[in-house]
């Protein structure tokens, strides 16, 4: 499977470097979304995260009210192309320890694709096999 078939779908929300702290983790809640992508200029710049929130601004003491996303976020991250496979991008998560990646194409930013995404697609895809193997199995005349 192509990660293009996994976001589909989605719809992603993307922030801008220059807004607070504040407003940006005010918008993950409202989304239940644990990172977002940052552009400046429409280009991707960066991503941020409940993990730079707690690294970079929790336990500084930093104000969310007075701290803009560009002091904060993760700079350049790695990314993943719409055509690669799931296989490769489940591996670079685990390589580098992320839970979301955004998605490019040509360049420009199409969606985000989170762990979670990925297991909820295996769980689905491995409940599929149980339900194959039990059609087979009740099929299957007694020896």
């Given at each position: 499977?192509?990660?293009?078939?996994?976001?589909?779908?989605?719809?992603?929300?993307?922030?801008?470097?220059?807004?607070?702290?504040?407003?940006?983790?005010?918008?993950?809640?409202?989304?239940?979304i644990?990172?977002?992508?940052?552009?400046?200029?429409?280009?991707?710049?960066?991503?941020?995260?409940?993990?730079?929130l707690?690294?970079?601004?929790?336990?500084?003491?930093?104000?969310?009210?007075?701290?803009?996303?560009?002091?904060?976020?993760?700079?350049?991250?790695?990314?993943?192309?719409?055509?690669?496979?799931?296989?490769?991008?489940?591996?670079?998560?685990?390589?580098?320890?992320?839970?979301?990646?955004?998605?490019?194409?040509?360049?420009?930013?199409?969606?985000?694709?989170?762990?979670?995404?990925?297991?909820?697609?295996?769980?689905?895809?491995?409940?599929?096999?149980v339900?194959?193997?039990?059609?087979?199995?009740?099929?299957?005349?007694?020896?």
């Open positions: 499977m192509r990660i293009r078939d996994l976001i589909k779908s989605q719809e992603t929300y993307h922030a801008e470097m220059s807004q607070t702290v504040l407003e940006t983790v005010q918008a993950m809640v409202e989304r239940n644990g990172a977002v992508p940052v552009l400046h200029n429409g280009k991707l710049v960066g991503i941020f995260s409940e993990r730079d707690m690294k970079r601004v929790v336990a500084q003491g930093c104000d969310p009210r007075r701290t803009c996303l560009a002091e904060v976020m993760t700079d350049e991250p790695l990314t993943v192309n719409i055509n690669d496979e799931l296989d490769s991008c489940r591996a670079l998560m685990q390589q580098n320890s992320f839970r979301h990646l955004p998605v490019c194409h040509d360049g420009q930013l199409v969606g985000i694709v989170s762990l979670r995404d990925i297991l909820l697609h295996d769980l689905d895809e491995k409940g599929d096999e339900r194959m193997m039990r059609a087979y199995i009740h099929s299957v005349p007694d020896a």
